[in-house]
């Protein structure tokens, strides 16, 4: 049986664009995000579903159109976001993720919840003022599989 990416698996594109419009309705009305995305691009939450889309798997529409990593990146620069603004965003994602109804199979919800950890702290590191990220990292991509193990420094 062939293995079906993770995009595939939570429904695609319009299953991504339907959780990015539930969630940022969320973020919208709450008093911790909301402040931080009182002056959000309309086009944000498919954006941002394009962007995840690319992650897990589908095609490389945030490359193509949005452009790319690098302005993802920059969209964090200099906000000083904080860890209480990061778990806030993973719980509404999460909230708005279970209310629609997508895939609750645990090995999904792993692999999801997995990235999530992942990304939001990336966004929070990238948003620190003096943070110099590499803006020419490649995309992530997430699949099914486990991480490789802690991050541990190159020995020069
Ligand atoms: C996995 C985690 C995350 C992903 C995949 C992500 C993705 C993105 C992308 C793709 C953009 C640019 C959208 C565009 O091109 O128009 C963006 C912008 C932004 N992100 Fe994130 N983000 C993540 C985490 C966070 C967190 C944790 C916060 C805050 C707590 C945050 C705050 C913002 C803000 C304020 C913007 C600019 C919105 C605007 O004014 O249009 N992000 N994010």
Do not use: C
């Not at 939570?10 to 995305?37: N, Q, S």
């Not at 109804?101 to 990235?115: K, M, Q, R």
């Amino acid at each position: 049986m062939s293995m079906p990416s993770l995009y595939d698996w939570v429904g695609g594109t319009a299953a991504l664009e339907r959780l990015t419009a539930a969630f940022y309705d969320k973020v919208k009305a709450d008093d911790v995000l909301g402040p931080v995305f009182a002056r959000m691009n309309p086009d944000h939450p498919a954006h941002v579903a394009a962007f995840l889309g690319e992650v897990l798997g589908g095609p490389r529409l945030y490359s193509e159109r949005y452009g790319g990593h690098p302005e993802m990146i920059r969209h964090h620069l200099n906000r000083n976001l904080s860890e209480a603004q990061r778990r806030r965003w993973i719980n509404l994602l999460l909230d708005a993720y279970t209310e629609l109804g997508l895939p609750d199979d645990p090995e999904f919800a792993s692999a999801l919840v997995g990235y999530l950890e992942w990304g939001t702290r990336m966004a929070v590191l990238n948003s620190k003022p003096g943070a110099r990220p590499g803006l020419d990292e490649p995309m992530p991509e997430w699949g099914w599989g486990e991480v490789g193990g802690p991050y541990q420094p190159k020995k020069s």
